[in-house]
Antibody, heavy 119, light 110 residues
């Protein structure tokens, strides 16, 4: 059974870097999927942050203006998110998810975690 | 910048039928956007309902169906049940490794 389990601090100071890690089990992280981060700010909708492949290929939401970086560590079966220079607008529920390339959709999601940016 | 549009809210009676749509501020939605639909109930993780316009995710009831209607993607729920009260999001593949969610529709079952 495919499972995604995210971890990381739930509170980040403004201007610092938000970091999250997602551990993958039940499937090889080196399979032909993209691994993604998606967030949902309070009272708003879902926002795709970025997606990364074990080959090193990565795509990012243009609206995040170069603040985001994704990495993948195949030996630890995990992938990570770093979002720099955070502001209150980055407060959100953060989800990790699996993208099926042929279907361009997310079929497995990890449990969301609230990350709050404090001033 | 093109925005993905959805109705902010919709109300439907139990047993009724509702069609939620997913459009673009510029241009038409087609199967080449690989429209997918997600259901999110408060406190729950999003759940994929439909992918590639009309394919069902495993375990999704047949009362959910996807299509292209005119220049938009559509999610139709037939025989709405109380448990269908949720937020619904569409997502489109915009090319060049860019996926965009719509703003979501809050469905109320009265």
């Amino acid at each position: 059974q495919v499972q995604l389990q995210a971890s990381g601090p739930g509170l980040v100071r403004a201007s610092e870097t938000l970091s999250r890690t997602c551990s993958v089990s039940g499937v090889s992280i080196s399979s032909d999927y993209y691994w993604a981060w998606i967030r949902r700010p309070p009272g708003k909708g879902l926002e795709w942050i970025g997606s990364v492949h074990h080959s090193g290929s990565a795509f990012y939401n243009p609206s995040l203006k170069g603040r985001v970086s994704l990495s993948i560590e195949t030996t630890r079966h995990e992938f990570s998110l770093r979002l720099s220079s955070v502001t209150a607008a980055d407060t959100a529920l953060y989800y990790c998810a699996r993208l099926v390339p042929a279907a361009h959709s997310y079929d497995r999601w990890g449990q969301g975690a609230l990350v709050t940016v404090s001033s | 910048q093109t925005v993905v549009t959805q109705e902010p809210s919709f109300s439907v009676s139990p047993g009724g039928t509702v069609t939620l749509t997913c459009g673009l501020t510029s241009g038409s939605v087609s199967s080449n956007h690989y429209p997918s639909w997600y259901q999110q109930t408060p406190g729950q993780t999003p759940r994929r309902l439909i992918y590639s316009t009309h394919y069902h995710s495993s375990g999704v009831p047949d009362r959910f169906s996807g299509s292209i209607l005119g220049n938009k993607a559509a999610l139709t729920i037939t025989g709405v049940q109380a448990e269908d009260e949720s937020d619904y999001f569409c997502m489109l593949f915009m090319g060049s490794g860019n996926w965009v969610f719509g703003g979501g529709t809050k469905l109320t079952v009265l």
